[in-house]
């Protein structure tokens, strides 16, 4: 069981006492409600959808958090690729992380984001890139993925530094290059 009070509003929530575990096949639905309604769009959820039906997904990096054995938390990490020059790296991309509204700031999102961290280190994978808040994903160990040579085509109005990564004990600072994202991302580019 884990449970926290932290928030990357930086304010102090009542802890919520809940338990992760790997996602299963009947979650499905309850999974695209929770990032639909976290999101307050479908379109992640239909990410959620082609990663999962795509040759990048790995079932053991997308876990769920549950309170009452009601889903209320989601995070998924898949492979995606870097490219320098002529040569491929793959990697992790964690996207999306969802929690329900009502639940955000109780340290659900923290903890599922330390777990499939801790569980793609131990896959023996070499970091883990994501766009994202620098406040929050920083106080978990990712950092601006520019000064490590990995570039991501971040929207317009995103800040620089939400391009981040988490090297992992895999790490090898030859890896680098530009973010190619799998077809299953193209359902958050046509919108």
Do not use: N
Not at 29 to 56: C, D, M, N, Q, Y
Not at 82 to 90: I, K, S, V
Not at 145 to 150: D, F, M, N, R
Request: glycine share 8%; proline share 8%; charged share 25%.
């Amino acid at each position: 069981m884990a449970g926290g009070s932290e928030s990357s509003r930086g304010v102090t929530s009542t802890p919520v006492d809940f338990t992760i575990r790997s996602e299963e096949p009947k979650d499905a639905a309850a999974i695209s409600k929770i990032v639909t309604t976290a999101f307050g769009s479908p379109t992640e959820a239909r990410l959620v959808e082609a990663i999962r039906a795509s040759a990048h997904f790995v079932p053991e990096l997308s876990l769920v958090a549950e309170v009452d054995r009601h889903v209320v938390g989601h995070v998924m990490v898949s492979h995606v690729w870097l490219h320098e020059g002529d040569t491929r790296h793959r990697v992790t991309s964690l996207s999306p992380l969802a929690v329900a509204p009502d639940l955000q700031g109780r340290g659900i999102g923290s903890e599922l984001v330390r777990r499939v961290t801790a569980r793609a280190d131990d896959r023996g994978e070499p970091l883990v890139v994501l766009e994202g808040s620098p406040a929050f994903y920083g106080r978990l160990g990712f950092e601006h993925s520019e000064p490590l040579g990995i570039e991501v085509a971040l929207p317009s109005w995103a800040p620089p530094e939400a391009a981040q990564v988490l090297r992992l004990q895999s790490y090898d600072p030859a890896i680098r290059g530009r973010l190619v994202y799998p077809p299953a991302f193209d359902v958050v580019t046509e919108h």
